[in-house]
């Protein structure tokens, strides 16, 4: 078996012992330099990056490979990428980029198998008369539609 499927193999592994958890991205370099980045139903903290760390670095024989191993929690500003990440933000304000280049910017109110809904408050002309009125919108997106999703985070 080569290094590559080894570590993949003892991640996937580790993985299945927190079911919670799930693998956003991994890269393995050419010069062995491995970068896992988690994500979690609830949150990723530090002890769950340094249990999976171990699962991987204790079954690897630095002997017979010479690698680097970093784990880290998906960043607060680091896009969605998977159907399971929504789910954890519902109520939060998103920040969505359509596949075909359209903004989308409002709360996340629900999300389905297959879709997410978002809404937001809009000033709108009145329908009769000189003046403005504040409308709520909603707006269903479906996963295939969504080039990029990021949580907007208030300071």
Partial sequence: MNFNQKVKDLLLLALEQHPDIFLVDLKISTDKLIKVILDGDEEVNVKDCINISRAIEDSLDR??????????????????????????????KMEII?????????ELTHVKDDSIELQWKQREPKPIGKGKITVTKNKT????????????IKF
């Fill in 98 to 106: 359509s596949k075909e280049g359209l903004k989308f910017e409002g």
């Fill in 63 to 92: 002997d017979e490979e010479d690698f680097s191993l970093e784990v880290a929690s998906s960043g607060v500003g680091s896009p969605l990428k998977f159907p399971r990440q929504y789910q954890k933000n519902l109520g939060r």
């Fill in 141 to 152: 997106l479906m996963f295939d539609e969504i080039s990029q999703t990021r949580v907007m």
